[in-house]
């Protein structure tokens, strides 16, 4: 494993608000604060263990600019490949969500800097207005024909992509909507909100191929069994992030939100006493109350990505954190570093700090999991990049008939107080100790469970 930081010219300097791999990984976006969207490819380098002479580490990535998509008239946001690849959605402070399309003619090059080092060429295909506000977040249904979007104007909304328009208002949240998520196998979407909310819907689609939404399940608060107190799960409004990410696992089996806490002492009350960490919602009981919790992260965790592909299990004579097939790897972004999980261990894989000036403001993998790429208000982007076979083997998810569920009676609830410090790249202290976990819940009711802690003009330049 490497990880390195890309020091190139990315936003012309700015804050990089967004980032994301196209599903065929032949493509990378960032989104950022100079109202832009910019295209890469991003590719792992065969030889990145060895130097071009004595003096200079090579880049662990082959990095070449491929075109910028200027349409926005403010910084942008959030920046998603829809699951085929064809499509490209953009959305940001203008309160306007572009959808893009490659297009096979150039189009005229005025108002783009750098159209004369451009390889490929994206043309808009529509523009969607509806929010009041600016968009923070967006999310793809599975099918490609629909994504979400959250604003600041306390809203979420679905969109149809073949009739151009809104079909669907969530109006459930008080305060900002930060975050959104759809569930891979279509049955839920979720959003995340400053009001310390994460709200959790069922979908069903009629005959008539309309989209029907349910109710709200708004997870606010979590009901301890033994003393019968409640504690609240995520920060409030006074949490300094524009984002909070919340993300399904591939499988549909695990939906995991940032931005949660959890209290370390009796008294609750005082700003000190809690620690950072994120909640981890089973199928099962995505309605109901989450199950167990990663921490103890070094600031608010924002953002969650999973990497698109299920691993083999490795061998451990130490029973599972999760009674599955398969291990699923997913990675949690605080604010200052990167924490890599896997279900069926409760220690993180690693950790990856120190490696930027400013917040970290959103996390993706590429489509065959071997580069994590996360990016910053600084303005930079850093690059994970993991050996061959070095996270494990890569394996089928089961189908559809045989997907698994995780009930109740497959959680291996453990009880982990002070777990040995796991692999890390780390410029900074480490974390504090951890706590000890939630009182023993009562029959079928399962409290959160502490999982881990540790813890002139100038072209956009390019790398060969």
Same mark, same amino acid.
């Not at 910019?38 to 991003?42: C, D, G, N, P, T």
């Not at 079909?167 to 909507?177: G, N």
């Not at 806490?261 to 008294?267: E, K, L, N, Q, R």
């Given at each position: 494993?490497?990880?390195k930081t *890309?020091e190139?010219?990315?936003?012309d300097?700015q804050?990089?608000?967004?980032?994301d791999?196209? !599903?065929?990984g032949?493509?990378?976006?960032s989104?950022?604060?100079?109202?832009?969207v910019?295209?890469?490819?991003?590719r792992?380098r065969v030889?990145?263990n060895s &130097?071009?002479?004595?003096?200079?580490?090579?880049?662990p990535?082959?990095?070449?600019?491929?075109?910028?998509?200027k349409r926005h008239s403010?910084?942008v946001?959030v920046?998603?490949?829809s699951?085929?690849?064809e499509?490209?959605?953009?959305?940001?402070?203008?309160?306007?969500?572009?959808?893009w399309?490659?297009s096979?003619?150039?189009e005229?090059?005025? =108002?783009r800097?750098y159209?004369?080092?451009?390889k490929?060429?994206?043309s808009?295909v529509?523009?969607f207005?509806?929010?009041? %506000?600016?968009?923070?977040d @967006?999310?793809? #249904?599975?099918?490609?024909?629909?994504?979400?979007?959250?604003?600041?104007?306390?809203?979420?909304?679905v969109?149809?992509?073949s009739?151009?328009?809104a079909?669907?208002?969530?109006?459930?949240?008080? /305060?900002?909507?930060q975050?959104v998520?759809?569930?891979?196998?279509?049955?839920? *979407?979720?959003?995340q909100s400053?009001?310390?909310?994460?709200?959790?819907?069922k979908?069903?689609? $009629?005959?008539?191929n309309?989209l029907?939404f349910?109710?709200?399940?708004?997870h606010? &608060?979590?009901n301890?069994s033994?003393d019968q107190? #409640?504690?609240?799960?995520? $920060?409030?409004?006074n @949490?300094?992030?524009?984002?909070?990410? @919340?993300?399904?696992?591939?499988?549909?089996s695990?939906?995991?939100t940032?931005a949660g806490?959890?209290?370390? !002492?009796?008294?609750d009350s005082?700003e000190?006493s809690?620690?950072?960490?994120?909640?981890?919602?089973?199928?099962?009981?995505i309605r109901?109350?989450?199950?167990?919790?990663t921490?103890? /992260?070094n600031?608010p965790s924002?953002?969650?990505?999973?990497?698109?592909?299920?691993?083999?299990?490795r061998?451990? %004579? &130490?029973?599972?954190v999760?009674?599955m097939s398969?291990r699923?790897?997913y990675?949690?972004?605080?604010?200052e570093?990167?924490?890599?999980?896997?279900t069926?261990q409760? &220690?993180?894989l690693?950790v990856?700090?120190?490696?930027?000036f400013?917040?970290?403001?959103?996390v993706t993998? #590429?489509?065959d =999991?071997?580069i994590?790429?996360f990016s910053s208000?600084? =303005?930079y982007? !850093?690059a994970?990049?993991?050996?061959?076979n070095?996270?494990?083997?890569?394996c089928?998810l089961p189908t559809?008939?045989?997907?698994?569920?995780? @009930?109740e009676?497959?959680?291996?609830m453990?009880?982990i107080?002070?777990?040995?410090p796991?692999?890390?790249?780390e410029?900074?202290?480490?974390?504090p100790?951890?706590t000890?976990?939630l009182?023993k819940p009562?029959?079928?009711? *399962?409290a959160?469970?502490?999982?881990s802690t540790?813890?002139?003009k100038?072209?956009?330049?390019?790398?060969t």
């Open positions: 494993m490497k990880a *890309i190139i010219n990315w936003h300097g804050a990089i608000y967004s980032v791999f196209s !599903s065929d032949t493509r990378f976006a989104a950022g604060a100079d109202t832009s910019r295209l890469w490819s991003i792992r030889d990145m &130097k071009e002479d004595n003096r200079k580490e090579p880049l990535v082959h990095i070449e600019f491929l075109s910028e998509l403010g910084p946001n920046v998603r490949f699951p085929s690849g499509y490209l959605a953009s959305a940001g402070d203008d309160s306007c969500i572009i959808l399309k490659r096979a003619t150039a005229s090059a005025f =108002g800097d159209a004369e080092f451009e490929e060429t994206w808009v529509q523009m207005h509806g929010h009041n %506000k600016e968009i923070y @967006l999310a793809w #249904s599975p099918c490609g024909q629909y994504f979400i979007t959250a604003s600041i104007d306390n809203t979420a909304r969109w149809s992509v009739s151009r328009s079909i669907h208002v969530f109006t459930d949240h008080t /305060h900002y909507v975050g998520a759809w569930d891979p196998l279509g049955d839920y *979407i979720a959003t400053s009001d310390r909310s994460v709200a959790v819907y979908c069903q689609r $009629h005959s008539s309309r029907q349910g109710s709200a399940k708004k606010l &608060k979590l301890k033994v107190t #409640s504690i609240r799960l995520y $920060h409030d409004e @949490l300094i992030t524009f984002f909070r990410r @919340l993300s399904f696992s591939p499988d549909g695990f939906l995991v940032p806490i959890m209290p370390t !002492s009796v008294d005082e000190d809690v620690m950072n960490c994120a909640f981890i919602y089973p199928r099962n009981t109901k109350h989450p199950v167990a919790y921490s103890n /992260h600031k924002i953002a969650i990505r999973w990497s698109h592909h299920p691993y083999e299990l061998p451990s %004579k &130490k029973a599972n999760f009674a398969y699923l790897i990675a949690v972004a605080s604010q570093a990167v924490y890599i999980y896997d069926q409760a &220690k993180p690693c990856i700090s120190g490696m930027h400013a917040p970290i403001t959103d993998w #590429s489509h =999991g071997s994590l790429a208000a600084d =303005g982007c !850093s994970v990049v993991f050996n061959d070095e996270l494990g083997t890569l089928e559809a008939k045989k997907q698994t569920t995780v @009930l009676s497959d959680v291996a453990m009880d107080a002070s777990p040995a796991p692999n890390r790249i410029k900074r202290p480490n974390s100790p951890a000890q976990p009182d009562k029959k079928r009711r *399962i959160p469970t502490l999982i540790t813890i002139t100038v072209p956009p330049s390019s790398s």
